[in-house]
């Protein structure tokens, strides 16, 4: 059974960085492109950044490049994304799936909250 479990979500300060894991299950996160995303309250769910299953190409918005930075650990089956420089618009929550900019599972995570507030 396919499953993703994201965290490392909180509460920082602009101009703070966070690092969002997410554990996937069911499969080897090295043989598929994943992606991140984000959801508001006021937004749907939009994509951050996705990465290739060869880790050759990776893709960003336009709002967070040279900001985020999405890794992978295939030992631990784990996706990352560094995110420096945060700003309050990069506020949501945060969700991991598989897939290359369109998700491939509608059973989606609980998510981890990304608040960027003074």
């Known amino acids: 059974q396919v499953q993703f479990v994201e965290s490392g979500g909180g509460l920082v300060q602009p101009g703070g960085s966070l690092r969002l894991s997410c554990i996937a299950s069911?499969?080897?996160?090295?043989?598929?492109?994943m992606s991140w995303y984000r959801q508001t309250s006021e937004k749907e769910r939009e994509l951050v950044a996705a990465?290739?299953?060869?880790?050759?190409?990776?893709t960003y918005r336009d709002s967070v490049k040279g900001r985020f930075t999405i890794s992978r650990d295939f030992t631990r089956n784990t996706m990352y994304l560094q995110m420096n420089s945060l700003k309050p618009e990069d506020s949501g929550v945060y969700y991991c799936?598989?897939?290359?900019?369109?998700?491939?599972?509608?059973?989606w995570g609980q998510g981890t909250q990304v608040t960027v507030s003074l």
């Open positions: 799936n598989r897939g290359y900019y369109t998700p491939e599972y509608t059973e």
């Open positions: 990465v290739r299953a060869s880790g050759g190409v990776s």
């Open positions: 069911g499969f080897g996160l090295s043989q598929y492109d």
